[in-house]
């Protein structure tokens, strides 16, 4: 009908990108006027069309001074029409702070089920590695999904994005086994991704439900995590060491003064992820209290709506 999509990523998660087709003989040729606008970073941009043989089997890549000749490897994809007219929409102010979110996801290929964000019933999105989690209590319904972080990365936050789900009953090893996949859309950018599969954590218990023993205070100075990342990266382990209204290095060395009143140790990456998502100014929740364990209990970063609960070191 006039168009080509590109696809790119792989079967979990996908991006298409949709332009126009101009007929040139026996050949297509691809419109990538509005193509490179949405995508300029790409190593082709002196490309002047492409062109596809009768069957698609290859593809051409014309440009000036020279031509590429690649192989087209396609493939039927099942769901592409098998989304449901319901969708679910997320405001453009909370795009970013998904992505923000995603910040926290595990990269522990044997946790797989905490490589995502999850989306719960009750509204809230979480992610979690194990040492840190954040969490945005929001209004959304998503039936408690796991959805990969960079399912969002094509969106700006300029446009709300639409939600669409389908489920796709394939037979593996003589078993039907249920398949959802998710469909975002910005309009100008579409993602199709695959939910990641699994019983995501009860993340609920690692959250403090008694706040009376902890302390809460205002704090900053955590540009310092993003401004003098050397500082700390050269240190092993690479912590920073909150002490005497201070932040300094493993080594004792002062890196800049803070009002903050905690004495604790944390990743240095933890806080450069929580500079990120809040800033440099923060609302923080500790306790000098130890909990069963004999460790510190988790301090609390931002406000009682949207936070990240880090564990000490």
Known sequence: EGKAIFVFGNIDCMRFIETDIEYSDRDLE???????????????????????????NYATFHSPDKTIDCM???????????????????PKDLIPVIQNIGLSVSS????????????AENGDI??????????????????NL????????????????????????????????VYTYIQLSDGDNKVITCAI???????????????????????EGFEVFKKNEKA?????????????????????????????????????KYLKDVFLTFGDKINVKFSKETSNWGTHKPVIFGDSDYFSLVMPI
């Open 197 to 219: 599969n699994g019983q995501f954590p009860n993340y609920t218990k690692v959250i403090p439900e008694d706040m009376s023993v902890y302390e809460t205070e205002f704090t």
């Open 146 to 177: 796991i959805v990969r972080p960079a399912a969002f990365n094509s969106f700006n936050g300029k446009k709300d994005v639409y939600v669409k789900i389908a489920k796709i009953i394939r037979n593996s090893f003589a078993k039907d086994k």
């Open 72 to 90: 087209v490897l396609g493939r039927e994809f099942d769901f592409l029409d098998c989304f449901s007219d319901d969708f679910t929409v997320i």
């Open 232 to 268: 700390f990266k050269s240190e092993i382990p690479y912590c920073a060491v909150f002490s005497e209204g201070s932040i300094k290095n493993s080594s004792g060395i002062e890196i800049c003064k803070t009002q903050s009143k905690m004495n604790f140790r944390f990743r240095v």
């Open 30 to 56: 691809f419109s990538l006027g509005g193509f490179k606008k949405i995508l300029p970073s790409l190593e082709f941009m002196n490309i002047n069309k492409i062109t596809v043989d009768d069957h698609c």
């Open 126 to 143: 979480v992610a979690t590695d194990g040492c840190r989690l954040t969490l945005k209590k929001t209004p959304l319904k998503f039936h």
């Open 108 to 119: 522990d290929c044997m946790r797989y089920f905490m490589q995502g964000i999850f989306f």
